[in-house]
């Protein structure tokens, strides 16, 4: 998930400063204020240019906020009455941030949508200055322009970005559930197009200063700079103000038009949209595709259609109207405050709260070639890390070798890097079958098979050839760290590392502590993470960790389901529908059945009662066919390379059939066999936080949605028993108890927040 | 003495500059010191040394330097270093059976000729006994020819080297696109009726798009006229300064050419056509007019342009080498010693034209010289933004300390002692050949103009520079 900052939300206006603004009041407060010094906004004028430089004070980046709108407009105010300012430039002082948008606790302050619609409504008149404006405003943007930035952006007459890779323009809202509340519904499609403008506000995706510019979205582009006299970042800047400054000359002077040559397509692409039928279809056809796409659990997506085809059919004052009020709806929303959540969750978990750790890693060394070791590895080398990858033969080594290198091939086919660029990443990868350089390394990741014995070994063979400094970081979805440790000459510096496959998408990364291992192991092990692009959550040593146990509750109510004779193509549908990426049953053959298998039996045997439910016999029985999921080409379905769509694997009739169990009808509904799933999901998630295996549930949250596919509507089984009630949980339990037994029985913690409604995960 | 200054301030611990300032004023008034100073204002009187032989240049010529696509489009490069080579052994009557060795350097590569150095010393009739290889480093494919030679010699393996360059921008290989040229060499292995046509069936119409070289970057697919648009913006370079160092360069070489300054051109009777006498990219404009012309690269708001720019040029020079033993043996009068001489390379995104800046302190140190000793500098011109970012970089104790890892700047050289006699600008910038053409001018100017040592540097693609002390040859 992209997520980043958002929304135009442009701080609070009193309503009696609002009321009593006009014209010549608005003077005497800028008179006024400019003794007090603005905080947020430098203002200078060269020659016939005010340039308007925004810096909010103490904060890596500049947000929208009452402070910055109120300066801001006061500054244009002052701009407006000059006779001797012709035109303006609006830029930002910091490198890397133009506006990324507001400071979401802003928002969700707000207790009412009236509060949050007279907010967008606030935007939308100063915006509607802007737009009007008589004087060209120019906006210089260098770096990220999100959600109200990019808003505030196309409100100016004008738009120059900086071509490098930190200058990200885009609509991200509707990833916190919201839409652009302050005309960015209005004023996109009518800039980039339907078509266009639909994509970025729907997808919420990031789009590149040159890719802007090929959408009409920026005018001119600027290229960075190297260094000169001064640290490049800081010229760039200048030297965007200074082209910025020309160009709104020549706006000024009427030399330079603002309206842009449009090409072929574009033409026909605007001549087919003032075709009402076209029009008509297009809507139709986004919303068909939002509605398959989301199982209509997202409302956001829905009414950005709604608002943007307000707007076009029946005028911009109706679109606005229709923005403001549904922004407002939309921002009480659980999924909204559901999405927001995981978002404070993620940045929260993009933090080192180990401190900074005594030595950086610079050497890594990853043992096992396999999927996982080979996407340790091209996470690794495209940071900069030097890596060594080992495998035990020359053809294992080849393939993760290989892999690698697809994984960044694909990236230069997306134009994302240079086939320089690729080829310098990949000369970070060393492949080698012997320990050399191992004495050098700072940190090694053991990725081999699942089983103890060998990891025994490769631990003692690795610990007789590194230095002392040297962490041992071992990825496994379930053995116990500390069972691994017990080899080792030092477990103080013995440390989980869980990454998720495929390693290069897949966010999260479980990192695992136990009792003897170091706070500056588990610095340096976050802090590899972080580099590694990764969100990550620190849990304590235990069976399964903590995806790993919350997932197999889950896996052995699957099997039960199955084992009462629900298809799994049905399956797969109510757990989609649930808002689950991925099907439960097509998930167990994407893990593979094999390592369900083993977990199931390890787990198994550890928790006893809790975990009964399915047959393990199924998957045993599934192994032994041959049906170890997508890798074999069979499991419950069928896969064939280059075939799409899956058929049912037959040969898993006379299995099911076998293991046959006859279902409880009266807790057999769709609505009941999804519930059954994600209510043993939710209580060993709280279970975990309730034996310490969690620090916070935030990091529950994160691990469930980010690792295991959690609906994200649903913010984490966390967020979800906040937001859908503690008792209504346990209700369900207790009924599912009833019928099945201890397996439902909920948690003490959970009961706790079900007997105390104020008792809350989130304050 | 300088050298004795440098080095104490290397020694000294300085903190402050202040510290710096203070500890320096007494040396420097010491009254010895100044005596000394006053006496020879050389801080050397020669870089000879005795563990290492003395190489000299005898004599270098270059044929007129042209405008692409004008008087020599219908040659090969090999024809112009052809060219070159006769007019050497014309000017310095040097026997042919006694160079050792010859070495070229090119940037672009016809590929019929890759080793042009030995195509073209056969066509001039040099003995075929006589080795020839060709280098590339871009524009300085020919500095790297002649330190080539120097280093030959320098170890004992030769006594005379020729060195030269070429470059023929009127015509460049334009390739079949891979696909293409693939389903050629699949046709040519083909072996049965059937073969061919299933590969032929394969063809599309795209194959047939050409691929052009470009005078971009591999290794960021930048162009150079971008890159140098940029570094000019990066020290903050503005188009009136880069348009009139263009009017400087050209005025100075119009005044060179009329003058007749310009005397290691010799003269070139082209097959079918016109005897070439001159170069023929001189062209002295206003200031006016060259700020009409709109930027080149950096749409619309740039400041690199044609007039400021240097523009495609066909050209080859060349240059005998000896050891000076060797050449005052044959009764030569050699025109300069060829002296300490460095390469050095950069980032080649940022800082792809900047050798100067980084090769010109290292050079000065390595000779134990300073800027106050140099008399003649030739440096070349590649962009009037390159030249004076460079120069401003040269002038920045920020930038020496913060991406030279130098305590501090090199400092500026006065224009009245740089590219007196125009520069790659005006006179034209063969890639392969401007190396020697910078040599002979350091040399030639040194002997017209007086003073000892002239400094020569460039930058080439890829982020690399050069730089050369070239010491005059007592009369």
Same mark, same amino acid.
């Given at each position: 998930m992209v997520a980043s900052r958002v929304i135009g939300s442009l701080g609070r206006f009193t309503a009696s400063r609002t009321l009593c603004c006009p014209g010549y009041v608005c003077r005497n407060f800028a008179g006024s204020s400019a003794l007090l010094s603005r905080t947020h906004i430098n203002f200078g004028v060269k020659g016939?240019?005010?340039?308007?430089?925004?810096?909010?004070?103490?904060?890596?980046?500049?947000?929208?906020?009452?402070?910055?709108?109120? *300066?801001?407009? *006061?500054?244009?105010?002052?701009?407006?009455?000059?006779?001797?300012?012709?035109?303006?430039?609006?830029?930002?002082?910091?490198?890397?941030?133009?506006?990324?948008?507001?400071?979401?606790n802003m928002l969700n302050a707000f207790k009412t949508s009236q509060e949050v619609t007279q907010i967008s409504q606030e935007a939308h008149r100063t915006f509607e200055k802007l737009e009007k404006s008589t004087k060209p405003i120019v906006a210089a943007i260098s770096g990220s322009c999100l959600g109200g930035g990019l808003e505030l952006a196309i409100s100016c007459q004008y738009r120059i970005a900086t071509k490098d890779k930190k200058t990200v323009l885009g609509s991200p809202e509707v990833l916190l559930g919201l839409l652009p509340g302050a005309g960015g519904t209005q004023r996109l499609p009518k800039m980039v197009g339907v078509p266009a403008a639909f994509d970025m506000m729907l997808t919420g995706r990031n789009i590149r200063a040159d890719r802007a510019k090929k959408m009409g979205l920026v005018d001119q582009l600027v290229e960075p700079l190297g260094p000169g006299l001064k640290p490049p970042e800081e010229r760039t800047i200048e030297y965007l103000e200074e082209v910025a400054i020309t160009f709104a000359k020549g706006l000024a002077d009427k030399k330079i038009s603002p309206k842009r040559d449009k090409g072929l397509v574009e033409k026909l692409t605007s001549y087919a949209m003032s075709i009402p039928f076209v029009r008509q279809q297009i809507y139709k056809k986004v919303e068909e595709k939002v509605r398959k796409q989301t199982k209509g659990l997202y409302p956001a997506p829905l009414k950005i259609i709604d608002v943007v085809k307000t707007g076009i059919e029946q005028g911009s004052d109706a679109g606005y109207l229709s923005e403001s009020q549904k922004f407002g709806e939309l921002a009480m929303t659980k999924e909204s405050k559901a999405l927001m959540g995981l978002y404070h969750g993620q940045t929260l978990c993009k933090k080192n709260k180990f401190g900074a750790p005594q030595k950086e890693v610079q050497h890594l060394a990853i043992l096992g070639a396999g999927l996982m070791g080979a996407g340790i590895a091209q996470v690794s080398v495209d940071k900069g890390l030097k890596t060594i990858l080992k495998d035990a033969t020359l053809g294992a080594l080849g393939r993760g070798q290989q892999q690698v290198f697809k994984g960044l091939n694909d990236k230069v086919k997306k134009k994302a890097i240079t086939s320089f660029e690729r080829d310098s990443i990949f000369s970070n990868l060393t492949g080698q079958l012997d320990y050399q350089g191992f004495e050098k390394a700072d940190m090694v990741i053991e990725a081999v098979f699942e089983d103890l014995s060998l990891k025994h070994r490769v631990l003692k063979e690795v610990e007789a050839v590194i230095p002392d400094y040297c962490i041992f970081a071992s990825n496994t979805s379930a053995l116990p760290i500390s069972e691994i440790a017990t080899v080792s000459k030092r477990p103080e510096k013995v440390i989980g590392m869980h990454y998720f496959s495929p390693v290069d998408k897949m966010q999260l990364l479980e990192i695992i502590t136990t009792d003897k291992t170091s706070k500056d192991t588990t610095a340096i092990a976050v802090a590899v993470g972080l580099k590694q692009g990764k969100v990550i959550i620190v849990v304590k040593d235990g069976p399964g960790f903590y995806t790993t146990r919350c997932l197999a509750p889950m896996m052995f109510e699957v099997i039960r389901i199955l084992q009462e004779g629900v298809d799994p193509k049905k399956l797969d549908s109510l757990t989609m529908r649930f808002g689950f990426p991925v099907g439960a049953a097509t998930?167990?053959?994407?893990?593979?059945?094999?390592?369900?298998?083993?977990?199931?039996?390890?787990?198994?045997?550890?928790?006893?009662? &809790?975990?009964?439910?399915?047959?393990? *016999?199924?998957?045993?029985?599934?192994?032994? &066919?041959g049906f170890l999921g997508r890798k074999s080409g069979k499991g419950f379905y069928i896969y064939q390379e280059g075939v799409k769509s899956k058929n049912l694997n037959s040969d898993m009739d006379s299995i099911l059939a076998s293991?046959?169990?006859?279902?409880?009808?009266?807790?057999?509904?769709?609505e009941d066999i999804q519930y059954r799933l994600v209510t043993r999901f939710v209580n060993e998630a709280i279970l975990c936080l309730q034996e310490g295996i969690l620090a916070t549930p935030a990091e529950g949250d994160i691990g469930a949605v980010f690792g295991l596919g959690f609906p994200p509507c649903l913010g984490g089984p966390f967020r979800f028993v906040d937001l859908y009630g503690a008792q209504k949980i346990v209700d369900r339990l207790r009924k599912y108890e009833a019928a099945y037994g201890k397996q439902f029985t909920p948690c003490q913690l959970l009961l706790d927040h079900a007997s105390s409604p104020n008792k809350r995960f989130y304050q | 003495m300088t050298s004795f200054l440098t080095y104490t301030f290397k020694n000294l611990p300085s903190t402050s500059n202040w510290a710096l300032r203070s500890s320096i004023r007494p040396l420097s008034c010491s009254s010895q010191l100044r005596a000394a100073a006053d006496v020879q204002t050389k801080s050397k009187k020669t870089l000879a040394k005795s563990s290492v032989r003395n190489i000299v240049v005898v004599d270098g010529v270059r044929i007129p330097f042209l405008l692409s696509g004008t008087s020599y489009k219908d040659l090969m490069p090999h024809d112009l270093a #052809?060219?070159? !080579?006769?007019? @050497?052994?014309?000017?310095?009557?040097?026997?042919k059976d006694v160079v050792d060795y010859i070495i070229f350097g090119t940037v672009i590569q016809e590929v019929k000729t890759s080793n042009v150095a030995r195509e073209a010393a056969l066509g001039a009739g040099f003995s075929n006994r006589i080795p020839a290889h060709t280098v590339t480093m871009a524009c300085i494919s020919a500095n790297q020819a002649m330190t080539t030679g120097v280093c030959l010699i320098a170890s004992g393996q030769c006594d005379v080297v020729v060195a030269g360059g070429v470059e023929l921008m009127s015509d460049v290989p334009i390739r079949h696109s891979r696909k293409m040229r693939k389903m050629m060499l699949d046709l040519n292995k083909a072996k049965t009726l059937g073969q061919r046509l299933s590969l032929i069936s394969k063809f599309r119409l795209n194959f047939l798009s050409p691929e052009l070289p470009a005078v971009a970057e591999f290794s960021t697919s930048e162009t150079m006229g971008h890159s140098a648009d940029r570094l000019a913006a990066a020290f903050a370079v503005s188009r009136l300064e880069q348009d009139e160092y263009a009017l400087r360069s050209h005025l100075l070489a119009k005044k060179a050419q009329e003058e007749g300054l310009l005397s290691d051109v010799v003269?070139?009777?082209?097959?079918?056509?016109? %005897?070439?006498?001159? =170069?023929?990219?001189? #062209?002295?404009?206003?200031?006016?007019?060259?700020?009409? !012309?709109?930027?080149?690269?950096?749409?619309?708001?740039?400041?690199? %342009?044609?007039?400021?720019?240097?523009?495609? %040029? =066909?050209?080859?020079?060349?240059?005998?080498?000896?050891?000076?033993?060797?050449?005052?043996?044959?009764?030569?009068?050699?025109?300069?010693?060829?002296?300490?001489?460095?390469?050095?390379?950069? =980032?080649?995104? =940022?800082?792809?034209l900047l050798g100067p800046t980084y090769a010109t302190p290292k050079v000065l140190e390595k000779a134990g010289l300073t800027l106050n000793d140099i008399d003649a500098f030739e440096f070349h011109e590649?962009?009037?933004?390159?030249? !004076?970012?460079? @120069?401003?970089?040269?002038?920045?104790?920020?930038? $020496?300390?913060?991406?030279?890892?130098?305590?501090?700047?090199?400092?500026?050289?006065? @224009?009245?002692?740089?590219?007196?006699?125009?520069?790659?600008?005006?006179?034209?910038?063969?890639?392969?050949? %401007?190396?020697?053409? !910078?040599?002979? /001018?350091?040399?030639?100017?040194?002997?017209?103009?007086?003073?000892?040592?002239?400094?020569?540097?460039?930058?080439?693609?890829?982020?690399?520079?050069? $730089?050369?002390?070239?010491? /005059?040859?007592?009369?």
């Open positions: 016939d240019v005010a340039v308007i430089r925004i810096n909010s004070p103490n904060s890596k980046v500049n947000t929208l906020g009452q402070e910055l709108h109120s *300066e801001f407009l *006061e500054v244009m105010n002052e701009v407006w009455s000059s006779d001797q300012i012709r035109s303006v430039v609006l830029i930002s002082s910091k490198p890397g941030c133009f506006i990324a948008g507001a400071d979401l998930l167990v053959d994407e893990v593979g059945v094999d390592v369900a298998k083993h977990v199931a039996e390890d787990l198994g045997k550890t928790f006893g009662d &809790r975990f009964a439910g399915g047959n393990i *016999e199924l998957l045993k029985q599934m192994v032994s &066919r293991l046959k169990l006859a279902p409880h009808p009266e807790v057999s509904s769709d | #052809r060219a070159a !080579l006769l007019g @050497l052994l014309h000017r310095t009557s040097v026997p003269l070139f009777k082209v097959p079918g056509k016109d %005897t070439v006498t001159q =170069d023929n990219g001189i #062209r002295p404009s206003s200031l006016e007019q060259m700020a009409k !012309l709109k930027p080149a690269f950096i749409k619309p708001y740039g400041t690199v %342009t044609a007039a400021n720019s240097s523009f495609l %040029t =066909d050209g080859a020079s060349a240059v005998l080498i000896m050891a000076e033993e060797k050449a005052l043996a044959m009764g030569y009068k050699p025109k300069a010693y060829l002296r300490n001489f460095v390469y050095v390379s950069q =980032d080649p995104k =940022d800082q792809l590649a962009f009037s933004g390159q030249i !004076l970012a460079n @120069l401003k970089a040269m002038d920045s104790d920020w930038f $020496a300390q913060n991406y030279m890892n130098r305590k501090a700047k090199v400092g500026v050289p006065p @224009l009245e002692k740089f590219n007196n006699w125009g520069g790659s600008l005006s006179l034209g910038h063969p890639f392969g050949a %401007t190396g020697c053409r !910078l040599v002979m /001018a350091a040399a030639n100017r040194l002997r017209k103009e007086g003073g000892q040592y002239g400094l020569v540097a460039a930058c080439a693609a890829g982020g690399q520079g050069h $730089a050369m002390i070239v010491e /005059a040859y007592p009369k």
